[in-house]
């Protein structure tokens, strides 16, 4: 092995003696002295034993590390296809859309076109009936003038016979090709044609604004990072299921931590915890030693009265009042359970629920999602919280005394061990 540094490190500063022991209380490095002084009555191990259990804990928690830096990996992959999935999608969308509308232009210029078709044909129609009338009118005219001529001719003849004998001839008039006078009235001619297509725009309009109501919401609500359907089945909830314990800087001196801090029981009198600032003075509470990120799950068994909740890290001014007590802050859910109900608290408000002696517990924090299940043959969802989480949460237990046929009994609530 390679050699120490600093030899003076590993021997103890109050008796000199090389530190071979670890103390599990409050865990550091002692010598032999020290068990029979300071640390006399304290849980004692080999330090050599203590570096092989805290290996394996070691070992434990690279291999989740590295099956988070693995599913992060896989997840940053899937981040990159929903990124190409996206793109491909709007790009599709765009020229899908262009292609819809540009055939809609289409059809309006066709229309366009059709519609000055018509009006140049029916005005080459009306103009040429108009002026074969007015050629008719104009060879008429023509006549007429010659006929007058012709009249006014004979009106000057001073010979008598000559008058008398062509007066017959010259003085009858042909009837006229056009029986009536023209009447040109005020005509609109085209301006209805205006006028309609003027309406079929106020048409399109409407109709363009009122899909567009349609089309704005389809484009806003295109679902991005989906989240996972939640687990139907205990099977399916026990993939995500984690190691929890309890942290023994956090338990109230009444709270007994035991079965490797797996199982925490209230006791009538003080446990010999060491100062801490994290531990609770006002509740029989405790929390979790593990940061519960990503999805986890896991399983309560309790007895008595018990809070079975998931809680930030609370500050030390709140732990020293009422507002720490879980589920009466906006940092912690909890679930009442006795033998009558349960309840749900939050901001201490309270929802009823039915439960049984198992809680199960399901965090998915990236979704905002919290759930407790009952536990038995089949699991029955009694609430789920949906809300956005910006903290790292913890487990959390909170105890309370109970009566057993008058007398006090001891609540209890340990993690269980999944498979």
Known sequence: MDPSKNLQENFCSHHDEVMKICCCTYQQCICYLCTMDEH????????????????????????????????????????????????????????????????????IQKRSSDVKQQIRSQQGTKVSRVKELQEKLEQEITELKR???????????????????????????????HSTRINIRPLRHFEDVTAAVSEL??????????????IAPAVSE?????SELEPKTRAGFLKYSRKITFDPNTAHRKLLLSEGNRKVMLMGQLQSYPDHPDRFTDQYQ??????????????VEWRGVVRIAVSAKISNCIKRSQGNLFGFNDKSWSLRCDVNNNLLYHKGIQTNAQGSSRIGVFLDHRAGTLSFYSVSETLTLLHKVKTTFTQPLYAGIQLRSYLVNGLPNRSFAKFVKLK
Do not use: M
């Open 40 to 107: 006399k009555g304290h849980e004692t191990v080999p330090a050599a034993a203590e570096r092989t259990e805290k290996q394996k804990e070691l070992q434990e928690r690279r291999q989740q590390i590295q099956q988070r830096i693995q599913e992060q990996e896989e997840d940053v992959k899937l981040l990159q296809q929903e990124v190409e999935a996206i793109n491909g999608s709007a790009d599709k969308a765009v020229k899908d859309n262009e292609k819809i509308f540009t055939d809609l232009i289409h059809h």
């Open 147 to 177: 006929k007058d001529a012709e009249l006014e001719k004979l009106s000057n003849t001073e010979d008598l016979y000559q008058f008398l004998q062509n007066y017959p001839s010259l003085s009858a008039l042909s009837e006229s090709t």
């Open 201 to 214: 725009r106020e048409k399109l309009k409407n109709i363009l604004r009122d899909t567009w109501t349609n």
């Open 222 to 226: 295109v679902n991005v990072l989906q």
């Open 286 to 299: 405790v929390l979790s030693k593990e940061s519960l990120t990503g999805r986890c799950y896991w399983e």
